[in-house]
């Protein structure tokens, strides 16, 4: 099993679980994102705005309290400094309900930074060693 099957296989188990806010998929990513330097994390908080196109925008201002500007979809990278990963957690689990697709892209994103996934590498392995539930 490659990288990628194996994280895709974690994201897959983690949001087949989704129950709530407080998320295995959430939590998850915001331990990843506790763990990512800065260049990381802006590219994350990129990729997951990028996929939610024009509902970034709302989505950043409930879970993160951040106003874009009209027509924008982009943080800064001092709004994404300035990020909680409670904050991240909330994010992730708002833009999950609105783009179901993000397990893939987020599989897709981690599957570029083995070293990150390594850093937290006993949280991911629970969950890739979690037994896939049939839906």
């Known amino acids: 099993m490659g990288l990628f099957d194996a994280i895709t296989g974690a994201l ?11 998320t295995p998929l959430s939590g998850l990513v915001k331990q990843l994102y506790e763990n990512s330097n800065d260049d990381q ?11 939610l196109g ?21 943080l800064s990278p001092d709004q994404v400094a300035g990020l909680t990963p409670e904050q991240v957690q909330s994010f992730i689990a708002l833009a999950h309900q609105q783009a179901p697709q993000l397990t893939d ?13 390594k ?12 037994p896939k539930k049939s839906v």
């Open 12 to 22: 897959e188990s983690a949001v087949s679980n989704q129950q709530n806010a407080e």
């Open 41 to 51: 994390k802006q590219a994350m908080v990129k990729h997951v705005v990028d996929l």
């Open 54 to 74: 024009p509902q970034a925008s709302d989505i950043a201002s409930k879970s993160l309290g951040i106003a874009l500007p009209s027509g924008s979809t982009e």
């Open 105 to 117: 892209h987020l599989s897709s994103f981690y599957s570029q930074h083995a070293d990150l996934i």
């Open 119 to 130: 850093s937290v590498g006993g949280v991911a392995l629970a969950f890739i060693a979690q």
